[in-house]
């Protein structure tokens, strides 16, 4: 019983190399770090030499592990325990954290092109629909992520989860790691789309889905597969005479008085 007690303890107590990695990941020193946190310039040394952490102290650093968004607020939260040069470099390491995937990276691309004014649930079919053009029209994925079914509707549901906690975060958006090609065909998507409000596009992407066979993926989750994004969108290609970026409009101007019945 002692002993399970004490593997309970070890799995919910943060590591010193897990504090070692919030470091490194995050390019801050253990005292800048302990100042972030509002603790004392010791604290971070004292557990990482093997001192054991309060469970809120705990619970904190752990958060920084698993979350950098939430990094990401404490450091604008309390940016003045810091000195410029410290900010501006562990700002710049959780900005690169936090769109290291590249579905996040488009996500922030997109949230920065308009300004924020998008919702987790309208950036979900924005992505749906940049993946499925870019696979349709260059034959290659935007990003790796695969299409979830699942009672939230969000086919991105870890990036949907994210937005919904954390809200739209305008950021800095390293655009240089998206392509000329890429970042063209997003902005296309967007200018196109974004005329359309999230009941239009929720109701366009159901049409889609009832077309579609749903599978598991490794893991068993459900999962609409690639292969067959890619096929639907070439069909959508064909038949809506859509040859490259400027005819994309072409799709959801026919499919929008399609469902109204005009």
């Known amino acids: ?11 919910i107590i943060v590591t010193a190399k897990e504090i070692q990695t919030i470091l490194k990941d995050f390019r801050i020193g253990k005292k800048p770090l302990a100042k972030l946190l509002g603790w004392g310039e010791t604290t971070i040394i004292r557990y990482i030499e093997g001192d054991i952490p ?7 650093l752990k958060s920084i592990v698993e979350d950098p968004i939430y990094y990401y607020e404490l450091l604008l939260e309390n940016k003045d325990n810091l000195t410029n040069v410290a900010y501006r ?6 900005l690169e954290k936090m769109t290291e995937r590249k579905i996040n990276l488009i996500a922030q691309y997109m949230i920065y092109y308009t300004q924020g004014d998008l919702s987790p649930g309208y950036t979900q079919w924005l992505l749906y629909y940049s993946q ?14 695969d299409f979830n079914v699942n009672t939230e509707n969000a086919p991105y549901i870890s990036l949907y989860n994210s937005m919904k906690k954390h809200g739209v975060n305008l950021l800095e958006v390293p655009i240089n790691r998206l392509t000329e090609t890429e970042k063209n065909l997003i902005n296309k998507i967007l200018d196109t789309f974004c005329w359309y409000g999230p009941k239009t596009l929720k109701a366009l992407s159901a049409f889609e ?25 070439k069909d959508i290609l064909a038949l809506y005479g859509i040859r490259g970026l400027n005819d994309i409009h072409k799709y959801p101007d026919s499919r929008f008085f399609d469902l109204r019945g005009i």
Do not use: H, P, W
């Open 1 to 11: 019983m002692c002993e399970n007690k004490v593997l309970s303890q070890e799995n």
């Open 132 to 145: 499925g053009f870019s696979m349709a029209l260059f034959d290659r994925e935007l990003f790796e992520d």
């Open 89 to 94: 470099k562990t700002m710049q390491a959780v």
């Open 54 to 60: 309060t469970a809120e102290y705990s619970n904190k």
């Open 209 to 233: 889905k009832s077309n579609y066979r749903v599978s598991r993926d490794k893991d068993g989750r459900r999962i609409i597969s690639k292969d067959l994004i890619k096929s639907q969108f």
